[in-house]
């Protein structure tokens, strides 16, 4: 299964940014959105499924918004999610989280679209007082996607109740959370089984337990004989030696 997401915008896009008045930097728009993507990705990882960014993940290109749907058609992907931030209130305090609906959409994608927003309501407390919070707009990416897309706007970079908000690392990972949350509601999407992790369960909590999964998978490693790999233990020279005669024979290599 494919999901396929987007940071709106990209790097330099004129305009869209936070209000000087409460964001000195004025950070922009893209770099909010990159970064909720980020941990959208991030938390994807651990489910049965493939993200594709749509648009350009350095920020350097602009990708043209009927090109960020029709990459996600042309993958095939189930589910489309548009990530950006708001703006229109011009300083005042109202705001909050809405996401966005094209009108032709699916019974799937309204359900989608309502998740999404109870999700990341539910786990920010930015309930919109400004947007309404369901809309419906044809966006030329939510229009042209074929499978259940949705354009989120995570708050408001011009309202002084949003911005000390949104500019939080916290914030954008709770929303990262609630997308995930409704993507795995809405589309079934089971966690992977940790399989390697029960073959080895002391190597579940070290940072090389990839590493290490892949070094006895290839026969250059083996464990103890309790079968356990103690990954902090130091290697001895023996054990380096016939590492590194199996690595220079080929032995185990796939
Ligand atoms: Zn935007």
């Not at 990159?34 to 960014?53: I, N």
């Not at 786990?123 to 499978?147: F, S």
Request: glycine content about 8%.
């Amino acid at each position: 299964m494919i999901i396929a997401i987007d940071a709106g915008h990209y790097r330099s896009t004129p305009g869209k940014r936070c209000m000087k008045k409460l964001d000195p930097n004025e950070t922009r728009e893209w770099i909010l959105n990159d970064r909720m993507a980020r941990h959208v990705e991030a938390l994807l990882a651990d489910y049965e499924c493939t993200v594709l960014r749509c648009d350009d993940r350095t920020g350097e290109k602009d990708t043209e918004l009927y090109e960020r749907a029709a990459k996600a058609n042309r993958a095939g992907a189930a589910a489309f999610i548009s990530i950006h931030h708001n703006a229109g209130v011009n300083g005042q305090s109202g705001g909050g989280i809405c996401v966005f609906r094209a009108e032709n959409a699916s019974e799937t994608t309204k359900k989608f679209q309502k998740a999404v927003y109870d999700e990341t309501v539910s786990r920010t407390g930015l309930k919109g007082n400004r947007a309404t919070p369901l809309p419906v707009t044809n966006h030329t990416v939510t229009y042209n996607a074929k499978m259940p897309s949705i354009l989120g706007e995570f708050g408001f970079m011009d309202s002084s109740t949003d911005v000390p908000i949104i500019l939080t690392e916290e914030f954008s990972k709770q929303c990262a959370a609630g997308i995930v949350a409704a993507l795995v509601d809405i589309f079934k999407i089971k966690k992977k089984e940790i399989k390697k992790m029960d073959k080895f369960p002391d190597i579940k909590d070290s940072g090389y337990r990839d590493y290490i999964n892949r070094a006895a998978e290839l026969g250059l490693m083996q464990g103890f004989a309790d079968g356990s790999f103690r990954p902090n233990e130091p290697v001895t020279r023996g054990m380096l030696a016939a590492v590194a005669v199996r690595l220079k024979e080929g032995k185990g290599g796939k």
